[in-house]
């Protein structure tokens, strides 16, 4: 339950769902649109548990999830307005089509029927099309609620603050459901913290644990809104990339290495694989565990990729600061 003192700080970039939510009346099952209301209410009681008065310095960690909620508000915002304007030129269509059908009921003769059949062809097309469009949009909301249920106390990891194992379990197979509707490619890297044992038993935990989130800094820094950072457990991480190739997932990684090696006082370790036919949560995840395997054996602060077939080295000559990651 969320306290009416939490919702009471709603921001404007929030009200988009609620806008979303009440241009759904008749277009969708109550299901679906209690579904939209929920995720609407969790980014407001997020967005108003950041905006507190009493929290008057925002964490870094703050700040990137005021980013991630206006982004899933604006996508949710733009798919209202998408079925708005497919639904009014249909109507459009069916109030025609209901016009002609009128006309031609009053006709007796046999041609006035063969052109009602292909009336009755000339709206199928549309119709079904826009079903189409409905599931595709009925999907898109699915995975935005997903992405803010990582918001959630009990799908974020208590110490660093990013999603837990439950929140990139149910990134993946919203992601997997993805690829096998809309074959939408996605790649994760897999990071290990290098010699994290001897930090600890050098340190003490303290200090592990503080090195811990300054790793979770940096990934959560460098990741994108659409991205989905977790601690995959103990000292390692995983960042799931949504419509990203294994070259754009690849020069991901190697910032991450060289930006720790320049700023942290550890260096990390990472394995890169991309989704493929036939995959599994669990197949991927193992092609990322073995490159990474491979980069701690061959010497540590090291990227390794997976092609389905084996790993390999990237060398860091391959690495571009200036690239975006790419897309497909």
């Known amino acids: 339950m969320f306290c009416s003192a939490s919702l009471g700080f709603l921001t404007p970039q929030i009200v988009p769902c609620f806008a979303f939510f009440d241009s759904l009346s008749g277009m969708f099952p109550n299901e679906l649109k209690l579904g939209i209301l929920a995720a609407a209410v969790v980014a407001a009681y997020i967005l108003g548990r950041r905006a507190n008065p009493g929290n008057a310095k925002k964490s870094d960690q703050s700040r990137r999830d005021l980013r991630r909620a206006q982004a899933v508000a604006r996508d949710l915002e733009n798919i209202s307005i998408l079925i708005k304007k497919q639904l009014s030129t249909h109507q459009l269509r069916v109030n025609k089509f209901k016009q002609r059908v009128s006309q031609l009921s009053l006709c007796e003769h046999e041609e006035a029927w063969r052109e009602l059949c292909r009336e009755a062809e000339d709206m199928l097309r549309p119709t079904l099309q826009l079903a189409t469009q409905i599931a595709s949009a009925y999907d898109e909301i699915r995975q935005q609620s997903g992405n803010l249920m990582t918001f959630t106390a009990v799908r974020t990891d ?171």
């Open 158 to 328: 208590a110490l660093t603050g990013v999603a837990n194992r439950r929140a990139l379990d149910e990134t993946l197979n919203s992601q997997f459901a993805m690829k096998q509707r809309y074959d939408a490619n996605f790649t994760l890297a897999m990071f290990d913290i290098d010699h994290f044992k001897k930090v600890n038993d050098e340190q003490g935990h303290l200090q592990g644990d503080s090195i811990l989130q300054e790793v979770t800094r940096l990934l959560d820094d460098s990741a994108r809104e659409t991205d989905t950072v977790a601690r995959y457990g103990g000292d390692e991480f995983v960042v799931v990339m949504p419509q990203t190739d294994l070259e754009g997932a690849v020069i991901f990684a190697g910032r991450i290495r060289a930006r720790a090696k320049e700023k942290l006082s550890v260096t990390i370790s990472g394995g890169v694989a991309g989704v493929m036919q036939g995959d599994t949560p669990k197949s991927l995840l193992a092609r990322a565990d073995k490159a990474l395997y491979d980069a701690k054996t061959a010497g540590r602060n090291r990227i390794f990729q997976h092609n389905g077939q084996q790993s390999s080295y990237v060398e860091p000559e391959s690495f571009c600061e200036e690239n975006d990651l790419a897309q497909v």
